[in-house]
């Protein structure tokens, strides 16, 4: 296992990789560059009214930068030909950070579009990076007449091309959501479109070779250059179905988990455009059980809280699980005793806290209230007729926990309520009850659940959509042979939500094509076909 820098030296770094210093000039003097540094593109994050995340992480493909630190600058302007400037400063990228880059930027105007760019080198060895365009958000009390983001996850490698992210840098977004599994951990799909490097990732250098490996798609790329994210995790980015600090399912077993879930997300920061403050006691810290922080809640002005979830961190282990095994299966819960248990959670106490104070707060707020976390909310029993079966590692498996979820939705009288998922790999859409068990619950918001940009569903799933449909009404529609991602677009009077998929996976010029379209008009938590 590569070892890891200790707290003090990796919250050093981090900051000062995040602020905005300027340095003398020695301190970025540098050596020469032989080939381009910027290979795994640029990004930007996390924004908020006044302020946005800048990410890079310099990887030449000639290894040239060897273990010293870095000194980059960047620019953000007015116009893409970076003639009126409105910011630049330079960065610290430290080789204990993987030559990553978080430039945290202060100061900028709300609701306002930029462009920004990384320099490196010096006269006569300049590298540019590609130009971005990124955005602030409206201010929390000011006007916002539409917002349009779209969501997706789950993008196995092996399993497709990344056509989606191509299509998608044509939809006019002003956010991406990103709801878990960016790469996987694991490698030897059958019939692979394209083959990973490397085995099952372990170490900290395993899991930045992945990273590079998924950034290394030029249309992965485009898409984090054409507007800011919005990222959370699921259970890929460490292993297959692990909680909190128990291992999961699949791959060599690992004398140290937490040292592993450490490193893993330790490449997590260094890859995603997230501040620095997520690194509560840094990687040294997280290696004996402490949170890495990126639940969060922001304002889209008046238009729409944004809340997004992290449903991996703090969960209880999945229960019942066939052969007893770690990980996850299909349980038939009148078997389990443990199914209902009210003491088991997936957000953890203290995120259910946050969340419902969260939603007192809006209560009293305009707009919608949307919530972006990793997996299907609502129930879906796979046995048809009597008895009940359902997978184990999704919000079935917390059924007391998603109880409380809808309970506080309801108690709150929750405006507009909007589910956003992902991880199962089809979609789902439908209503969120307040309590599921009975049929005339009311409505309490309406579920979203997206298909994957890449990763294959389950096998024969597609015939049997009719049937679970009918299992399971608070859902209206499913579609389980669909790649691509969604598009949410929410103004005043309505949500409009278009399915895009694309014509074939393996391709990388595949089409694109709606699926379906859906309306939900504001105060009435009713899904229409549109």
């Known amino acids: 296992m590569t070892s890891l820098p200790s707290r003090r030296h990796l919250l050093q770094l981090a900051t000062a990789s995040a602020t905005t210093l300027w340095l003398p000039r020695s301190a970025w003097s540098q050596p020469r560059i032989g080939s381009n540094p910027f290979t795994l593109g640029i990004a930007s994050g996390s924004p908020l009214h006044d302020s946005v995340v800048l990410w890079t992480r310099l990887l030449p493909a000639d290894a040239s930068l060897g273990a010293e630190a870095v000194t980059v600058r960047w620019e953000m302007a007015h116009d ?48 540019v990076s590609p130009t971005g365009r990124t955005r602030t958000l409206p201010a ?51 019939n692979a479109v394209r083959p990973v490097t490397g085995s099952f990732t372990l170490s900290l250098a395993d899991y930045r070779a992945r990273y590079a490996l998924h950034k290394s798609d030029l249309a992965l790329q485009g898409a984090h250059a054409m507007c800011p994210w919005l990222a959370t995790w699921d259970d890929h980015e460490v292993q297959n179905d692990y909680a909190q600090l128990q291992a999961g399912d699949g791959g060599p077993e690992v004398a140290d988990f937490p040292a592993r879930r450490a490193a893993a997300y330790q490449a997590y920061y260094e890859h995603m455009p997230l501040r620095a403050s997520v690194l509560t006691k840094a990687v040294q810290g997280m290696a004996s059980g402490a949170e890495m922080r990126i639940y969060q809640q922001v304002r889209f002005g008046k238009l729409a809280n944004l809340y997004l ?31 209902a248990d009210p003491a088991r959670s997936m957000l953890g106490s203290a995120q259910e806290r ?15 209230n949307v919530l972006g976390q990793q997996s299907l909310l609502g129930p879906r029993d796979f046995e048809t ?43 789902w859409v439908g209503h969120v009850k307040a309590d599921y068990g009975k049929p005339d619950s009311p409505h309490v918001g309406v579920e979203f659940c ?54 074939d996976v393996t391709l990388q010029d595949a089409s694109i094509q709606t699926l379906a379209k859906f309306e939900v008009k504001a105060g009435t938590a009713q899904v229409e076909r549109a």
């Open 354 to 368: 946050w969340l419902d104070d969260a939603f007192a707060r809006a209560a009293r707020a305009e707009g919608w």
């Open 385 to 427: 007729g009597p008895g009940t079966t359902m997978w184990n590692d999704g919000w079935d498996g917390y059924s007391a926990a998603r109880n409380r979820l809808t309970a506080a939705m309801h108690k709150h009288t929750l405006a507009n309520a909007v589910v956003l998922g992902g991880d199962v790999h089809e979609n």
């Open 450 to 503: 997206g298909t994957s940009i890449t990763s294959r569903a389950f096998p024969g799933g597609h015939e049997k959509i009719p049937a679970y449909l009918a299992e399971n009404p608070h859902f209206v529609f499913a579609d389980a042979k669909a790649k691509g991602y969604g598009v949410a677009h929410f103004t005043p009077d309505k949500l409009t939500t278009t399915l895009r998929a694309v014509s």
């Open 140 to 190: 929390p009390d000011g006007p916002a007449s539409s917002l349009r983001l779209a969501y997706a996850s789950c993008q196995r490698w092996e399993h497709g091309q990344y056509s989606a992210w191509r299509h998608m840098q044509a939809e006019q977004l002003d956010l991406v959501l990103f709801l878990g599994d960016y790469i996987y951990e694991y490698a030897g799909a059958q």
């Open 80 to 127: 893409e030909q970076f003639k009126r400037v409105a910011h630049s400063g330079q960065a610290q990228a430290s080789a204990s950070l993987g030559h990553a880059v978080h430039v945290e930027v202060p100061g900028l105007e709300p609701d306002r579009w930029y462009f920004y760019r990384f320099m490196l080198g010096g006269p006569g060895n300049d590298w």
């Open 309 to 339: 979830l992290d449903a991996r961190q703090y969960r209880d282990a999945p229960v019942c699980t066939t052969g007893g095994k770690r990980g996850s299966s299909t349980v038939k819960v009148d078997d389990c005793k443990a199914w």
